[in-house]
Each structure stands twice: as C-alpha cells, then as structure tokens.
C-alpha cells in the first residue's frame, strides 16, 4: 500500500476529481433529520446534526479519498498554485478561500457579527500577543480571516438580518408595554443632534450594557405579557413576539437571570425566505438564523462575535465596536439565471460563488475553461461526473472536490440538483 507523501505526490503532479467526506457539526441547535438522511447516516439516539462543513478550514478539514482517507488542507499544501490554480494561490495565500456549508437550524442560533478583514487581523494578532490559546472559549478570532457569508435556503426559512429602520424601532419600543424604560431612554436621545446611525449606537449599547437586574425586570414583565399572548394563541410567526417566546423557553433562566440577546429580536428585521432565495451578510451587519435548512457559503473563516441568545462566549466591548450602526433595508438574493442550467449567486466581494445546477433528464453541465477550485454537493436526484479518463457516481449528499481548471461534465438520466461552490473576484 502506497504511504501519505507518496499519493499526495501523484495527487499533486496530476491534480484530479476526487470525492470529499463533509465533517458534522452536532451543536445543539441541530436537527435531527436533514443531514444524517442527505448524508446517509441513521440516527437513533436523536443526535443534533447542526452543519455539515465541506473545505479545509484547518480545525475541521473535509477528508479527500486518495486510496487512504487525507485531509483537504493537507492536500492543497503540497501544491497550492496548481490544485487553487496560480491567481487564486497568490490572492487567497496558497489557501482554499471558502468554506461551503448544509445548516439545519431547529433551534435558533446566537445573535452575530463577523469582523472585516482589518478587524480580523488585529483582533487575531491582539489575542496572540495576550497569550490566548486558540481553542479557549474566551478567544474572539481564531484566525486572522473576515467571515462574509452568503446563504441560500433549502427549505422555508426564517432569520434576523440587520437593524431595522430606527423609526420602526421606536415604534416598537413604544408598543410594547414591557420595553417602556428602554422607550424613556430612546426620548432623551431624540432630544439630542445625533445622526440616526449615533442614537442607535447609543440605543444598543444601553442594551447590552444594561446593568443585569435591570434587564432582568425588562424581561420578565415581557415574559409575563408574552405569557398571556400565547396561552391565548394570539402570536404570529411573523412577528418578533413569536420568537422572542420561544427564546424564552429556549434560553430559561440562568441563574434567575434572562439572557439580554431578546432585545436585538426587536431591534433587527425578521425575514422569512422561500427555498431558492438568501441572504449577504458582509461585515458588521448583526444576523441571526432561526429556523429552516440552508447552504451556506463563506470566507474560510471561523471568526464570530456574539450579542446573546447561545452559551458561547459574550465580548460586549468588542462586539459593540465591531458592529455596523446602519438600519438595513434586507435584500433578497434570487440569483441571476445564466442559460437554463446554472443560477448564479454572485457576492460583492474577492473569494467565492454559489450555483444551483438544475439538470433535467439527458441535459448536462459543462465546467468552463478556467474554474475553481470546485466542490460540488448533490442535493436531490442522482448523476454521473465524467473528467478525462475518470467517471464518479453521485447520489444525494455526495460531494465532490475539484482542482482548479480540471475539466468535468456533469449528466443525470434521472434529473438532478447540485450546488456548485467556487472562486470568484467580486
Ligand atoms: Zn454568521
């Protein structure tokens, strides 16, 4: 048998398709359903399967079959100019720039906010300096990378995306009968010359700073209303009070105190996505997932700072500097149809693309001249990917790494549907 130098050797010398295994996140918000049924595994204990990652982010790289099980990150070491191809391996360090992604959310995740790559790099070097170890829960940015991430819904989805406008937040504030100390501060800041973008900073710092008995009071006359609401079903999935609910039963109580992320429901837009339609979160902008199955495509990355609703470590100070104090009108990406295959959701920004390939019976997909590198994932139907003198199967939940400019063609008899995650210049 052939040892590890020597088929990443051959690998490398002639780069070819090869199949990928995803590595499974089983974080508690997981699902039960969706992935071990895409990826073909039982599971009977019930085990969250929270995100399914395909790349090669160092701490859970995707295993490429050589002949023996190697990790992709390894393999794309050996060689980065002729396996990323050479403009990718010099704008991307000789680094796969994406991480592609299947998230299954049952239980809504942390309210968020990824740094821009300035951010990234002097948090990173700042932890370093202090001597925080990479795996500690307290440490902010884990590389020195941004995280914009781009997603696509695979089912009917919800999530929080951004501020909303500051007049509706006030509104809100004045509506609700619980919020009325935070609706007191919001008048004295009316009071004052301060562009929009300065009350809402001052708006969500006096939330997250709020001394904790005070939130605590908050919270519970919302409980309370909230509690009244639902025994008289009286809460609409597409108002903020349904979540805020569930968060409550969601996150009880520790230690007799709420958790002050419930605030950012009110504050943020709440957006349900039909499949096939997403969302851009680029730097600064808050976002949470709530409930629903997406892909999802991001900066190689693992960078997240937190605002509450997750056990995870809270950074007020940081998170509060590294959010974007704009009220965000949300944008749906649909996609831009390229001939009656390929979709395209395209980014304002160097590093990747997302395409949905929709194969009918007897059509097929051709890669272009130049491309990628290429991961390939089936999501429904099955299919055969031809590349020189190789021919792979694949059936749902299959994955496929290509190198850059290796030609494939991708055919189905059946009909197909695959995504297509790749590089990209914005
Ligand atoms: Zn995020």
Redesign the pocket.
Known sequence: MKDKHTVLFEFASQPHLVRLAGRVQHYTWGGFEFIPRLIGEDNPNRQPYAELWMGAHPRFPSIVDLGLPVNLDEVIAVDPKKILGSEAAALFQGKLPYLFKVLDVRQMLSI???PSLDQAQKGFARENRKDIPLQAPERNYKDPYH?P?LHIALTDFWMLHGFRPYAEIVRTLKAVAAFQPLANYEKKLSKLVLSEADKLRRLYSAIMEMPQAEVDAVLSRLYDQLAQMSARGTMAKRHPHYWAWRAFSQFPPNAGHWDRGIFSIYLMNLLHIPEGRGTF?PAGVP?AYLEGVTVEL?ANSDN?LRGGLTDKHIDVKELLQTVSYECVAPKLIKGRQLGSIERIYAVPFDGFQLSRLTLPPGKEYKSRMHHGPDILLLLEGEAWVHSLCLSLSLDRGDSIFVPANVPYVLRTTTSAVVYKATTAKG
Request: charged share 20%; proline share 0%; aromatic share 0%.
């Open positions: 968020q906010v990824h995280k991430e979160q976002h991001m997240v």
